[in-house]
Each structure stands twice: as structure tokens, then as C-alpha cells.
């Protein structure tokens, strides 16, 4: 599948064996659930018969639509994995498939039907904590993570109060969750990182979008980035929280490439390709952004014009680069205060050698 093809919600070769709807159920419905003793194991068999060697036909890498995936549609459209792949010997293909949500690639990545996926950065460390094996092999660059509103009377999520609801992806597990939990956490002490999680609702960037236009007020304040952040700053909305203030003072990862580290150590020419490839995506990027901003305009089909992706991508705010940045504070947070993973997990944990 490429790019322009039209997203597909279902794609039935992602379906996971049945031997692990167990593990399936208790990573989506219990993220902080630890996997049974016999899971775990059924697992590690998956994952051992997932296992090939190198000179497969084909590898599958899972992505979504959106900005935040503009190296993974590089690395499609040029074919740079096969650039790569052809020069360590190899003669393997790379099938990208466009999915309509984080799911379908979690579930490909535990089930074997996907070698690689991108995921969001709280994904991608609940993997690494409920696997210990599937970890970061890259990033996809460092974005703001802001919450706008047009509400005069809102100067901080301080202010938030019974007549506001703030739109997010997923209450109290997605990433800008997390980050409102995080600033909760600093301000009234680690105790009350929930407290804010109450005016937060689980909507998509497009709908709360539309609604922060409209000031409707289905929702009075949405947790995003770019684009939508800029939309609706040009609209005259504000920010009253931006992710620096809970990640040391620079903006962090939103989604990231992850793979298997037993698959990487039975097909290590494979993974060096894949890495090899996003490295040159990246460059590629940075070499000339305006020449990025015309690529994406043709190939991501998200419906922004040229100047809106020019001004996004070469924004001072976003950076484009392999190594994650900003993963620390949320594996952190997301052991000491908000629980979400079992075992306390370093940057080293979470990444593959290429990246300490």
C-alpha cells in the first residue's frame, strides 16, 4: 500500500493468531496490567516464529497518516529501505501499510505480521515494558505538544473550570494526556496528576478542530500539534500549556519506529537497512525543507496547502531527527505516578544500540 492509496481500517493480514488474544486483550484493555506467566510465553513462541532470516521478499512496516510520519513516506516513495538493502546484499522489498489507527500496528507487532511500525511515544515505551523486546530503532522528530483554546478567560490549565472540556486523543493514556498530567503533577504535587483528567475527552484532532473553529463549545480547549495548532492559532486561539514546561524545556518525540529486537538479531542486515534508510529520510528532509514541505504536499494528502506545510516544517519547533528526544520524563512519569508500566525503564532500555 502507498501513500495515496485510501486508508484501510481492516486489513486482515494483521489479524493476530488467536493464540494471542489474551495478550491483545490485556494490552488494550489493562495497559497497566502485567502479561500473565502464560502469555509471556506465548508470546516469546510468536515472536520466535515470526523470526526469519535475511533475503525475505518482503518485510511489512506499519504508519499512520499525518505529518508526523513524513520519513516513514520518504523512505516508501523513494525506496530508500531498498536503496539500502540492495547495498548490504539483500534483495528485500519493504510493503508499507497505511493503517487506520495505533491498534492495527500494535497488534501487527505482537502477532508478527509487521516487522516495524510507528507508533506514539507512550506506545512505544508500554511495549518495550510489556515485551521487553520491541523497542525504538528511531525517531520521526521532536514536535510541539500544545493545548489551544479561544477562551479569553484561560491563561493556564490552572484556570480550566466547570464550563471547559478539553479535547484529547485518549483520556489519561495518550500523549497529550499525559502531558496535562504531567503539568497537573507540578503544580499540585505528584498526588494529584489526575486532577485535571476530569474536563478531558476523547475526541479526534480533526473533530475538536472543527469545534475550537466553530467555538461551539463541545470542547474549549484541544491538546495537539501541528497543524492543527497553528489553524487555530491563525483563528485566534492561545496556548496555555506547551509540552517544554514538563520536558526540561525542549519539545520530544510524538511518534517513533520500533521493531523487535530478536527479529533485528535473526535478520541484523535487514534492520541495518531500515535504519540506514530513516537516517537518510531524515537528511533528506533538513537538506532543503521547502523541497520536504513539496514532497509531503504531494505524497501525504492530508489536505494542508504548500505555504501551511512550509510553515510547519520549517518551523523552529519542530526538528527532525533519528534520536529520540524527550522519552525520559514521560517512561518516568509513566512509572513513579501514573503506573501505566510495571518496571522503571531508561532511555538505554527503550532503544536499540544505534541509538545510545
Same mark, same amino acid.
Given at each position: 500500500?502507498?501513500?495515496?492509496?485510501?486508508? /484501510?481500517? @481492516?486489513?486482515?493480514?494483521?489479524?493476530?493468531?488467536?493464540?494471542?488474544?489474551?495478550?491483545?486483550?490485556?494490552?488494550?484493555?489493562?495497559?497497566?496490567? !502485567? +502479561?500473565? %506467566?502464560? &502469555?509471556?510465553?506465548?508470546?516469546?513462541?510468536?515472536?520466535?516464529?515470526?523470526?526469519?532470516?535475511?533475503?525475505?521478499? @518482503?518485510?511489512?512496516?506499519?504508519?499512520?497518516?499525518?505529518?508526523?510520519?513524513?520519513?516513514?513516506?520518504?523512505?516508501?516513495?523513494?525506496?530508500?529501505?531498498?536503496?539500502?538493502? %540492495? /547495498?548490504?546484499?539483500?534483495?528485500?522489498?519493504?510493503?508499507? /501499510?497505511?493503517?487506520?489507527?495505533?491498534?492495527? +500496528?500494535?497488534?501487527?507487532?505482537?502477532?508478527?505480521?509487521?516487522?516495524?511500525?510507528?507508533?506514539?511515544?507512550?506506545?512505544?515505551?508500554?511495549? @518495550?515494558?510489556?515485551?521487553?523486546?520491541?523497542?525504538?530503532?528511531?525517531?520521526?522528530? =521532536?514536535?510541539? #505538544?500544545?493545548?489551544?483554546?479561544?477562551?479569553? &478567560?484561560?491563561?493556564?490549565?490552572?484556570?480550566?473550570?466547570?464550563?471547559?472540556?478539553?479535547?484529547?486523543?485518549?483520556?489519561?493514556?495518550?500523549?497529550?494526556?499525559?502531558?496535562?498530567? #504531567?503539568?497537573?503533577?507540578?503544580?499540585?504535587?505528584?498526588?494529584?496528576?489526575?486532577?485535571?483528567?476530569?474536563?478531558?475527552?476523547?475526541?479526534?484532532?480533526?473533530?475538536?478542530?472543527?469545534?475550537?473553529?466553530?467555538?461551539?463549545?463541545?470542547?474549549?480547549?484541544?491538546?495537539?500539534?501541528?497543524?492543527?495548532?497553528?489553524?487555530?492559532?491563525?483563528?485566534?486561539?492561545?496556548?496555555?500549556?506547551?509540552?517544554?514546561?514538563?520536558?526540561?524545556?525542549?519539545?520530544?518525540?510524538?511518534?517513533?519506529?520500533?521493531?523487535?529486537?530478536?527479529? $533485528?538479531?535473526?535478520?541484523?542486515?535487514? $534492520?541495518?537497512?531500515?535504519?540506514?534508510?530513516?537516517?537518510?529520510?531524515?537528511?533528506?528532509?533538513?537538506?532543503?525543507?521547502?523541497?520536504?514541505?513539496?514532497?509531503?504536499?504531494? =505524497?501525504?494528502?492530508?489536505?494542508?496547502?504548500? !505555504?501551511?506545510?512550509?510553515?510547519? +516544517?520549517?518551523?523552529?519547533?519542530?526538528?527532525?531527527?533519528?534520536?529520540?528526544? &524527550?522519552?525520559?520524563?514521560?517512561?518516568?512519569?509513566?512509572?513513579?505516578?501514573?503506573?501505566?508500566?510495571? =518496571?522503571?525503564?531508561?532511555?538505554?532500555?527503550?532503544?536499540?544500540?544505534?541509538?545510545?
Amino acid at each position: 500500500m502507498t501513500a495515496n492509496e485510501p486508508m /484501510r481500517r @481492516t486489513d486482515p493480514r494483521l489479524a493476530p493468531p488467536k493464540l494471542s488474544n489474551g495478550i491483545m486483550h490485556a494490552f488494550h484493555c489493562k495497559l497497566g496490567a !502485567a +502479561i500473565s %506467566t502464560v &502469555g509471556a510465553v506465548v508470546l516469546a513462541l510468536l515472536c520466535h516464529g515470526a523470526l526469519a532470516q535475511d533475503n525475505n521478499a @518482503t518485510i511489512a512496516i506499519g504508519y499512520q497518516r499525518g505529518l508526523a510520519y513524513l520519513p516513514v513516506i520518504l523512505m516508501e516513495q523513494q525506496r530508500l529501505f531498498e536503496k539500502h538493502a %540492495t /547495498r548490504l546484499g539483500l534483495k528485500t522489498t519493504a510493503e508499507y /501499510r497505511l493503517l487506520g489507527g495505533p491498534a492495527p +500496528i500494535v497488534d501487527g507487532l505482537l502477532g508478527g505480521a509487521l516487522q516495524a511500525g510507528v507508533v506514539g511515544t507512550p506506545s512505544a515505551i508500554l511495549l @518495550t515494558d510489556k515485551t521487553k523486546d520491541i523497542k525504538l530503532i528511531g525517531s520521526m522528530g =521532536n514536535f510541539p #505538544m500544545l493545548y489551544m483554546t479561544k477562551r479569553p &478567560g484561560l491563561k493556564t490549565v490552572a484556570d480550566l473550570g466547570p464550563q471547559d472540556k478539553v479535547a484529547t486523543t485518549a483520556v489519561k493514556t495518550g500523549i497529550y494526556s499525559l502531558v496535562l498530567q #504531567m503539568k497537573a503533577a507540578k503544580l499540585w504535587g505528584p498526588e494529584n496528576y489526575d486532577r485535571l483528567d476530569k474536563f478531558t475527552v476523547t475526541m479526534s484532532h480533526a473533530d475538536a478542530l472543527t469545534a475550537i473553529l466553530a467555538g461551539s463549545g463541545t470542547v474549549t480547549v484541544h491538546g495537539c500539534s501541528y497543524p492543527h495548532a497553528l489553524q487555530e492559532q491563525d483563528a485566534g486561539a492561545h496556548v496555555i500549556l506547551d509540552s517544554k514546561e514538563v520536558l526540561g524545556g525542549t519539545n520530544g518525540m510524538i511518534t517513533g519506529l520500533v521493531a523487535s529486537q530478536k527479529y $533485528c538479531s535473526a535478520n541484523a542486515k535487514t $534492520c541495518q537497512a531500515i535504519v540506514a534508510a530513516l537516517t537518510e529520510a531524515h537528511q533528506w528532509v533538513n537538506e532543503d525543507k521547502d523541497r520536504a514541505a513539496k514532497f509531503f504536499f504531494d =505524497n501525504g494528502k492530508t489536505g494542508e496547502t504548500l !505555504a501551511e506545510l512550509q510553515k510547519q +516544517i520549517k518551523s523552529t519547533e519542530v526538528k527532525f531527527t533519528i534520536k529520540p528526544e &524527550g522519552v525520559q520524563p514521560f517512561a518516568d512519569f509513566m512509572y513513579s505516578v501514573s503506573k501505566l508500566v510495571k =518496571n522503571k525503564l531508561s532511555y538505554n532500555d527503550l532503544v536499540f544500540d544505534n541509538l545510545k
